[in-house]
């Protein structure tokens, strides 16, 4: 997997454990017009804050991207290590320093080993190459399962654009304006507002519509570089149509590693999307399909195969959004339970249940009150679950 | 156990399983100031919508509850099965129908199973005595695992006056405004008004500030009976002392049991209370105590017993209560473990982490905002709490 323009490398520093890919770099070769989304968290991340600050010059050349700690809660330090980093880096790669993005994701409240990055700089650098993306991708891993990437192409302008992405997720997953790390990376020549524009509006319908458990990470980042050397006529504001095909293959782009994310949640052993139609309102639509979403209960019933409704709209119930509990229709997947609220019997309830037993699972709620529509891409909870995350940090 | 002209009695009427108390019936022998709070969940089973109508008129002789079937999302099947109910208990009784409260609890959407409500009701009533009420707080249990009673008196105008309680928890417990079904007796006299208030008053302290998993049933019901037999000086807006005596005591009787609740959670094996202290007010101290409760990564770390306070920062800055990271102070029991933000190292880790091995454990995070301060009382998340929930209904 190669993209125009972009080199990257990996390798295994110690930052945390020991013999296993933890530091990974991505470069543009021209500085690349760059744009990123941020946690909504209140308490962010020393990097987090420092991209935060540098991207609004809308120009980075390469991220710097570690596992193992996530450098968020360690005070002054914190930040120190996150600008020597990027220093060690921009000196070796002799570029601005301002064109140097860090990331961090890990263990919260421990201090970076900056000695181990250091050390592993020179090695790091010498060995970036066209073809090392998937390392990187490695690199990021915490408690993923398997490393996600996603490579697209779309022809804007009779130009063929490249879009390379990547992502983490695995747990403290419920993303709110940003979520967990992604790079997308993009040969496309494009203006920063349309960049920065095309990136909330995909995130929103993307990253923001998943959850694994309801916590929202201080360190979730997206960010996007597009570094231009696709020559494409300049996608900006005069030009329209590129702009939305630029936005529609990022959506996809960011999909397709939201719906990663998902399948890969702690423990997960089901994908679940709940999409709840016929609200007031797409917010009051969301709301309800979050809090469905974010139900330990209905989440364990996933987990167990139990097509248990009681719980559903027990959830919807508590979610704030008014609705006539004797209107509501739930189907699993193409197998309509309730209508207006009643039980469609035994017999129904056996085949929701063989529905169940599927890997990939859609909930329909239908409130029959308006027009508002939205999905949310969820996990099963499973035991798994609970020993990944009593064990983490031993 | 014992109190004033109150009797009891359970039988095991087969409701859903066979050879276990499942339907209770508790009787004043007068007719008994009786007040109320129930579920806020906009899906109200059967029972608490017709109780919500009764309780109008502040006044009742007898409640019947039955375990096993919740009564709720059945439509208007559920209301006439709960109608139907009190009937055979009215006229057994020989009682008006309006001064009888019913009461469910179990796997939601099903049909409530009145024929076997019914082939009980003489053996029910025939076996009422002063001495069972023990049995009746068997029969409300669902996935509890231990009956939860309290027993208490207090001196009020030279009289003694009793209180006995009862309540069952274990899932869907996030209560807000009422919890799962819980039952206090007394034979003090006191005006409706000052009844309702105390109530609300001791409810709002105490099973509101208790969360199992966040979600919140559509079952809920506190119902609080006084009937009057300790002849003491009406307790009413002229007898402030009174009334403030028998509101302290109410709050002990239901904290006892809200606190019983959270210690047979279902798979709890531990009992935390989360203090939330130098708030800007009340409210935001409740709120973000509550996001930390019911994070499923804080929870799953308690039960991991892993002092990982990474988890506890980070849900706080979801919680959407503004404050300083800087300024946080976080100690688990009477062990400071951050500082201003920062851990205190590892010696304080591992002196924390013992702490944890504990069976009831205090969280206390102090924001230095101000003076707002609140406690939420929860419990850990554990392997057997989604093995619990997984196989539910099966």
Redesign the interface.
Known sequence: MKIKGFTAAAVAAGIRYQDRLDLGLIVSAPPAVTAGVFT????KAAPVVLDMDRLKQGRAQAILVNSGC?N????ENGMEAALLSSKLLSTKLEIEDEMVLVSSTG????RLNVTAIQSSMDKLVDGLSETAFEDVAQAIMTTDTVSKTVFQTVTIDDHEIQFMGMAKGA??I?P?MATMLSFVLTDAQISFPELQQSLRNANAKTFNRITI??????NDMVIIMANGTASNDWIDEENPKGQQLFQDTLEEVLKELALKIVSDGEGATKSITIRVCGARGENEAELMARTVA????VK??F??E?A????I??????SGV??N??RVDIAFGDVLL?K????LGKDVEARATEVLKQKNIALCIDLKDGIGCEEIYTCD???D???I??????
Chains 1, 2 share one sequence.
């Open positions: 909504t968290n209140q308490v996530a968020a809660c360690t005070g263990v919260i409240g421990e747990g403290m419920m709110n458990d309801g916590d929202t990470s201080t974010n139900s330990s209960l364990t019933a987990f167990g139990d248990n409704w009681g719980r709209i027990a959830a919807m119930g508590r008014r609705f509990p004797e309730v207006n609220g009643l039980s909870f499973s035991l679950y609970v020993k995350n009593a064990d983490y940090r031993t």
